[in-house]
T-cell receptor
Framework: GDSVTQTEGLVTLTEGLPVMLNCTYQTIYSNPFLFWYVHYLNESPRLLLKSSTDNKRTEHQGFHATLHKSSSSFHLQKSSAQLSDSALYYCALSRYGGSGNKLIFGTGTLLSVKP | EAAVTQSPRNKVAVTGGKVTLSCNQTNNHNNMYWYRQDTGHGLRLIHYSYGAGSTEKGDIPDGYKASRPSQENFSLILELATPSQTSVYFC???????????FGKGTRLTVV
């Protein structure tokens, strides 16, 4: 079945270093929608960025990701980590089910940025 | 900004008791979802709905029921709560999962 894999449970970085959070997926559909949701402590998870276009870079709030269908990947990157980036990051795949679409999430990566 | 409100925000229940988690959204979204969040498992889909009167099983529906009596309201029901259902539960809504899904602030449920 469809699935999303995030291999890192915890990523600890020093402020100013680059961020890369890995995401790979499996789906039978040729046109999947991929998402990154961010969950800050004591807040609601919210959409960070999304894409369905192969090999096109998507950017938002300093983060970027490129959907690569050839490798089934959608890695999240940022050039320089900030303390405020510390949060739980979920990669997600939209999957058609019955009368509409639903989101399938990975296990999440906790990003901890230290001074 | 879509508003998704969950109640209660915290709940302690006894094993074998009935628990109802409520969710209300004010943006007229057709789709609503219930997820549970557990370390190492991420967000897992329990039940979802495409409109009033409809409910569908998600990936981990066992031990849970859902009810969508209106466009605005979507409840998650634990008829016989067990300690394994201790978790943080999130309700979400969206016009379509391919666009954006909006989450509530979560309900922390502890079953003792």
């Amino acid at each position: 079945g469809d699935s999303v894999t995030q291999t890192e449970g915890l990523v600890t970085l020093t402020e100013g270093l680059p961020v890369m959070l890995n995401c790979t997926y499996q789906t039978i559909y040729s046109n999947p929608f991929l998402f990154w949701y961010v969950h800050y402590l004591n807040e609601s998870p919210r959409l960070l960025l999304k894409s369905s276009t192969d090999n096109k870079r998507t950017e938002h709030q300093g983060f970027h990701a490129t959907l690569h269908k050839s490798s089934s990947s959608f890695h999240l990157q940022k050039s320089s980590a900030q303390l405020s980036d510390s949060a739980l990051y979920y990669c997600a795949l939209s999957r058609y089910g019955g009368s509409g679409n639903k989101l399938i999430f990975g296990t999440g990566t906790l990003l901890s940025v230290k001074p | 900004e879509a508003a998704v409100t969950q109640s209660p925000r915290n709940k302690v229940a006894v094993t074998g008791g009935k628990v109802t988690l409520s969710c209300n959204q004010t943006n007229n979204h057709n789709n609503m979802y219930w997820y549970r969040q557990d370390t190492g498992h991420g967000l897992r889909l329990i039940h979802y709905s495409y409109g009033a009167g409809s409910t569908e099983k998600g990936d981990i529906p066992d031990g849970y029921k859902a009810s969508r009596p209106s466009q605005e309201n979507f409840s998650l029901i634990l008829e016989l709560a067990t300690p394994s259902q201790t978790s943080v539960y999130f309700c979400a809504s969206g016009e379509d999962a391919n666009t954006e899904v909006f989450f509530g602030k979560g309900t922390r449920l502890t079953v003792v």
